[in-house]
Antibody
């Protein structure tokens, strides 16, 4: 059974750096084609794609947030980490990680439950 | 990457069919047969309903179907049921391992 679970702080202050961890099971990120993405959703608003890391450790970012995001993986721990710098109240959102089962099948087949992050002083 | 455009809301009576549109550009929807659709109930994570324009994952009702013409993709729900009331999001591959989501559509079952 494939599962993903996001973890991280519920509250961060403006200008701080957010670090989120996606811990997954049921698949290996070293398997050819496998990818994990981060997606966020502000309260009452739409989903927004943020970043992707693939089995070969290639990394891809949203154009609008590229300068603030870093995605990395620890294959031995089955974890993917997203950092976002210079947090602002507009970054308040539920952050999801999701799996892409295999390139070129570009869709998110399994999602984590999400973790809510509030940015406030 | 600008968000794909979806109608804010669509409604229908039980048993009816509804269609949700998803309009992008020649750089995303128009370039790739890699449109997917997600259903999201309040407070829940999104769930994959359609992938690669028209394919259904195992376990998803055949009342859900997808199509694409040019820069616009569509999700049709036939035989509308109360449990279909949710938000729906389209998503398109946009090249270079990047993605763009739609603005979201709230489906109401009257």
């Amino acid at each position: 059974q494939v599962t993903l679970r996001e973890s991280g702080p519920a509250l961060v202050k403006p200008t701080q750096t957010l670090t989120l961890t996606c811990t997954f099971s049921g698949f290996s990120l070293s398997t050819s084609g496998m990818c994990v993405s981060w997606i966020r959703q502000p309260p009452g608003k739409a989903l927004e794609w943020l970043a992707l890391i693939d089995w070969d450790d290639d990394k891809y970012y949203s154009t609008s947030l590229k300068t603030r995001l870093t995605i990395s993986k620890d294959t031995s721990k089955n974890q993917v980490v997203l950092t976002m710098t210079n947090m602002d109240p507009v970054d308040t959102a539920t952050y999801y990680c999701a799996r892409i089962r295999g390139v070129p099948h570009f869709f998110f087949d399994i999602w984590g439950q999400g973790t809510m992050v509030t940015v406030s002083s | 990457q600008s968000a794909l455009t979806q109608p804010a809301s669509v409604s229908g009576s039980p048993g009816q069919s509804i269609t949700i549109s998803c309009t992008g550009t020649s750089s995303d929807v128009g370039s790739y047969n890699l449109v997917s659709w997600y259903q999201q109930h309040p407070g829940k994570a999104p769930k994959l309903m359609i992938y690669e324009v028209s394919k259904r994952p195992s376990g998803v009702s055949n009342r859900f179907s997808g199509s694409k013409s040019g820069n616009t993709a569509s999700l049709t729900i036939s035989g509308l049921q109360a449990e279909d009331e949710a938000d729906y999001y389209c998503c398109s591959y946009a090249g270079s391992s990047t993605f763009v989501f739609g603005t979201g559509t709230k489906v109401t079952v009257l």
